[in-house]
């Protein structure tokens, strides 16, 4: 990178020359001082504990066929139906309630973007560091294999595995990690690549430490910070991915009504003038993953106080 | 002087030959795996045939599509059939998958063609106006636009898009491609006033990812290259400032655009899948969806090859566009 006018943030050059103290601590202190990140966090919180606590803090089971009311179809935020409820957000066409089927969408949003990305992270994490430490064909045969397929947009190709695999939440969450192992493995490779250089892996090597050793117990911990924030980034494009195929109709079955369901069900009402079925369910999304950015972008900054784009 | 940017000899016919081998290579492949796919997920009778078809049907096509031999016989069988450009039926329409795919390719290549159009015209100011007043509330709000472009799902975008402009406005029709008109004997939405008024609100959804893209590439690009020896001693030499801009700093942050917007055909044909079905645009991308959705498998094996060699394509095209573009690279250490 050519010179840049800013210089390192006086943080960063301050962390530097100071004894070092807990990494976690560090980055938590670093997260607060930007605004923007703690809003981001903020609402990050708050999103997944509704989503997690849905069942409790929700005014209907929206997925209880005996607690919603047909009358009840189609109500705009605020009215109040059949029964004398007044619903927050409106119903959908069936009378549900939306801020509780908000909430139960959310919630499997979230569980189905962090269990793929996590699964697609261990993946490529270890693909990555095997290729980054054992070189030579290994390497060409993994690497060639993430250019392939990192060559090809992720729509398509998990558009391609649901319409052989059908819709479904495993397979779904399996094409989510098929499409992300990839991105996962080139940043570990290339993290471990540069951290074989340094001096701590080569003391310990002259330590006599074992090969397995030194690869997950030196290596892997100084590998994660950039990988972490990739992490976070893509659990939001997972998010999204998992939404825009389920809108398609290829993703979650009607039984698991994600965000991408739902507004994709009030996709018809949208043209009659009926939006709150569609929009409250995007608006969600899009916090949702406007919360994840906000973190992930900062903690891009703490993590790596040499990337100043 | 615009006649040093060109290489002296052309391109050296080694590379090109190399790279077309590379690609074929990578074709081949491909290929493989569609057919290591359909036969590992199922039976392959199931797959390409249709399961309306009697008994004697099956029993013909069994024998033949070669689905009675041996694994690697039934590849060669499935790859000669791909090179005589036969995909098999589609059970929906019972016609060559091929042919109903490249009938509803130009419309899909219209909206991509008119989706970059808009990227990179609005895209390239705005970025090298974000890049050289870098600090101010215009560069800020143009960067947190292409942060919320980014964020904001595209299918989403599409459903925003409709309620605002169609809906609540009337400005724009909700769905359909509108008149074709002819030009050159191209066929395009293109070319009538009505085919534009069509396919303003889908190509602006399929643009605004990669608007934001092309800004922020763009930026980062102005902000690199202005700090450059060159860029100051053309300053210093007195040029104009639009000169400096248009023609120095423009060429130089070319190179990255170019390739994005050659990768970013591919993502535009891919993401055309979403536009498309919200837009009902008769295109590719909603032939795919309403076959997945309709078991029609051949045609998704058809879409899935011609993709493929769709991309492989670009990704030549942008390979050899990049080194005429910047003939510091050298053409024989290429790698892909």
Redesign the interface.
């Known amino acids: 990178m050519?010179?840049?006018?800013a210089p390192p943030p006086a943080a960063a050059t301050a962390a530097r020359a100071q004894p070092p103290e807990r990494p976690a601590k560090r980055v938590l202190r670093d997260l607060a001082r930007s605004p923007l990140a703690m809003i981001g966090l903020a609402m990050l919180v708050v999103i997944v504990a509704a989503a997690l606590l849905a069942p409790w803090i929700t005014p209907q089971n929206p997925y209880d066929l005996r607690s919603l009311n047909i009358m009840d179809s189609r109500l705009a935020p605020g009215e109040v139906g059949f029964s004398g409820v007044s619903y927050v957000l409106g119903t959908d066409g069936q009378g549900r309630d939306m801020f509780s089927a908000i909430l139960y969408g959310l919630r499997i949003s979230v569980m189905v973007g962090v269990v793929a990305c996590t699964t697609a992270l261990l993946l490529g994490l270890s693909l990555g560091l095997v290729a980054a430490w054992f070189g030579g064909r290994t390497d060409t045969i993994i690497m060639r294999l993430v250019?392939?397929h990192l060559?090809?947009?992720p729509?398509?190709v998990a558009?391609?595995l649901?319409?052989?695999?059908g819709r479904g939440l495993e397979n779904i969450i399996f094409a989510l990690v098929i499409v992300q192992w990839a991105t996962f493995a080139r940043m570990a490779r290339a993290t471990a690549l540069s951290e074989r250089q340094r001096e701590y892996v080569e003391a310990a090597q002259s330590l006599g430490l074992s090969r397995v050793r030194i690869l997950f117990g030196h290596l892997l911990p100084n590998c994660l910070p950039p990988l972490m924030v990739l992490y976070t980034v893509e659990i939001?494009s997972a998010i999204?991915l998992e939404?825009?195929l389920s809108?398609?109709?290829?993703g979650l079955p009607a039984t698991q009504p994600s965000l991408?369901l739902l507004?994709a069900n009030g996709?018809q009402f949208?043209?009659s003038?009926q939006?709150w079925i569609?929009?409250f369910p995007?608006i969600a999304?899009?916090l949702l993953?406007?919360a994840i950015?906000l973190v992930g972008d900062r903690l891009r900054d703490v993590l790596n106080p040499r990337n100043i784009? | 002087m615009g006649s040093a940017v060109l290489p002296s000899g052309g391109w050296p016919l080694v590379y090109v030959i190399r790279r077309l081998l590379q690609a074929l290579f990578l074709a081949l492949v491909m290929s493989f795996l569609v057919f290591a796919g359909i036969f590992a997920v199922g039976n392959p009778v199931d797959i390409l045939i249709d399961p309306d078809a009697t008994q004697a049907e099956r029993a013909r096509l069994i024998v033949q599509l070669g689905l009675d031999r041996p694994f690697h016989q039934q590849y060669f069988i499935f790859l000669g059939n791909l090179l005589q450009g036969d995909f098999g039926n589609s059970f929906v329409f019972n016609r060559p998958a091929l042919g109903l795919i490249l009938e509803r390719m130009p419309a899909t290549l219209e909206l991509a063609f008119a989706a970059i159009v808009i990227a990179v015209v609005l895209g390239i100011p705005l970025g090298i106006y974000a890049g050289l007043r870098h600090g101010t509330i215009g560069s800020q709000t143009i960067m947190a636009g292409s942060i919320l472009g980014f964020s904001v799902p595209n299918f989403w975008q599409a459903i925003m898009l409709i309620m605002v402009f169609s809906v609540m406005l009337g400005w724009f029709p909700v769905s359909g491609r509108g008149e074709v008109g002819e030009f050159l004997g191209i066929r395009s939405s293109l070319f009538t006033l009505n085919g534009l008024h069509h396919i303003a609100l889908p190509a602006i959804n399929l643009a605004i990812g990669h608007l934001a893209l092309v800004i922020r590439l763009a930026r980062s690009g102005t902000r690199e290259i202005q700090t450059q020896d060159f860029i100051r001693f053309a300053r210093a030499k007195g040029l104009s400032e639009p000169r400096i801009v248009l023609v120095h700093l423009l060429r130089n942050i070319l190179i990255p655009i170019v390739t994005l917007v050659g990768m970013s055909f591919g993502g535009l044909i891919a993401f055309a899948v979403v536009t498309e079905t919200i837009f009902a645009w008769p295109g590719m991308g909603k032939l795919i969806i309403d076959s997945i959705r309709m078991l029609d498998r051949p045609v998704v094996v058809a879409y899935l090859i011609v993709i493929v060699v769709i991309f492989i394509i670009l990704n030549l095209v942008v390979d050899l566009l990049y080194s005429l573009i910047d003939p510091r690279i050298r053409l024989d250490g290429a790698q892909r």
């Open positions: 050519s010179a840049v006018e250019d392939l060559s090809f947009p729509i398509l558009l391609v649901l319409a052989i695999l939001a999204a939404a825009t809108f398609l109709g290829v991408g507004i996709f949208v043209l003038g939006y569609s929009v995007g999304l899009l993953i406007v950015n784009t």
